[in-house]
């Protein structure tokens, strides 16, 4: 299976499965990230230079348990996803330097800030931007025990490449979830067309190399 680490969807499979939390879920992640926002508030309005008064070090317990409260959450998401491809698939294909990149793509750069920035970086800073390392990891860990693997592969032009007819084009997407190519007009969802060019490239490296682990260091 091909997976697409994205913005929109946590993570997209070449089937065409969005793996993202459940809306419930997805909600009650935001109100703890909130309420962390609002305790580190009153936690840096109440400090001091020097010895810390009896009431900032309460508030500074509080900040942590915030804290735990939304890494505990995200780990769960992120357990019943890996667990959920893990115990089904046998080889998973994957980007490497995915994480690296979309992480700057959302900040973009001092010159030219990233398109819809706003909106990246705050799914990118919620559940989303420390998850996908974990998430491998665990995904890594669950396919190995059972005998399977996780491959990355170079993740060039995989979401402006079209899946049917290999056409590599910026304009093949029109916005963040579209895959429109200019030369054969296919259609997609941008991050199935993805997932499908991830598995494929997943799978010339295994035909490349047989027996091998296929690993792509990134
Ligand atoms: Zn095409």
Same mark, same amino acid.
């Given at each position: 299976?091909?997976?697409?680490?994205?913005?929109?969807?946590?993570?997209?499979?070449?089937?065409?499965?969005?793996?993202?939390?459940?809306?419930?879920?997805?909600?009650?992640?935001?109100?703890?990230?909130?309420?962390?926002?609002?305790?580190?508030? =009153?936690?840096?309005?109440?400090?001091?230079?020097?010895? =810390?008064?009896?009431?900032?070090?309460?508030?500074?317990?509080?900040?942590?348990?915030?804290?735990?409260?939304?890494?505990?959450?995200?780990?769960?998401?992120?357990? =019943?996803?890996?667990?959920?491809?893990?115990?089904?698939?046998?080889?998973?294909?994957?980007?490497?330097?995915?994480?690296?990149?979309?992480?700057?793509?959302?900040?973009?750069?001092?010159?030219?800030?990233?398109?819809?920035?706003?909106?990246?970086?705050?799914?990118?800073?919620?559940?989303?931007?420390?998850?996908?390392?974990?998430?491998?990891?665990?995904?890594?860990?669950?396919?190995?025990?059972?005998?399977?693997?996780?491959?990355?592969?170079?993740?060039?032009?995989?979401?402006?490449?079209?899946?049917?007819?290999?056409?590599?084009?910026?304009?093949?997407?029109?916005?963040?979830?579209?895959?429109?190519?200019?030369?054969?007009?296919?259609?997609?969802?941008?991050?199935?067309?993805?997932? =499908?060019?991830?598995?494929?490239?997943?799978?010339?490296?295994?035909?490349?190399?047989?027996?091998?682990?296929?690993?792509?260091?990134?």
């Amino acid at each position: 299976m091909g997976l697409d680490l994205g913005v929109s969807s946590f993570a997209t499979t070449s089937d065409g499965f969005r793996i993202h939390p459940a809306p419930e879920i997805l909600s009650a992640m935001k109100r703890a990230e909130d309420r962390l926002r609002w305790e580190q508030r =009153k936690l840096s309005r109440k400090y001091r230079k020097g010895p =810390k008064s009896r009431n900032y070090r309460k508030k500074k317990i509080r900040v942590a348990r915030a804290h735990e409260r939304v890494a505990n959450m995200r780990l769960d998401f992120l357990h =019943k996803a890996s667990t959920s491809i893990g115990e089904t698939q046998a080889v998973v294909v994957v980007e490497g330097l995915k994480i690296r990149n979309m992480t700057k793509s959302a900040r973009g750069t001092k010159e030219s800030p990233g398109r819809k920035v706003r909106q990246k970086s705050g799914l990118n800073r919620s559940i989303l931007s420390r998850g996908w390392g974990t998430f491998l990891a665990l995904l890594g860990y669950k396919l190995e025990r059972r005998g399977g693997r996780l491959v990355r592969v170079d993740p060039k032009n995989t979401s402006r490449t079209c899946f049917f007819c290999g056409h590599i084009a910026a304009e093949n997407r029109p916005d963040q979830t579209a895959f429109r190519c200019v030369s054969c007009g296919h259609e997609d969802h941008a991050d199935a067309n993805a997932a =499908k060019n991830i598995l494929r490239a997943g799978q010339a490296r295994s035909a490349c190399s047989p027996g091998e682990p296929g690993e792509f260091v990134a």
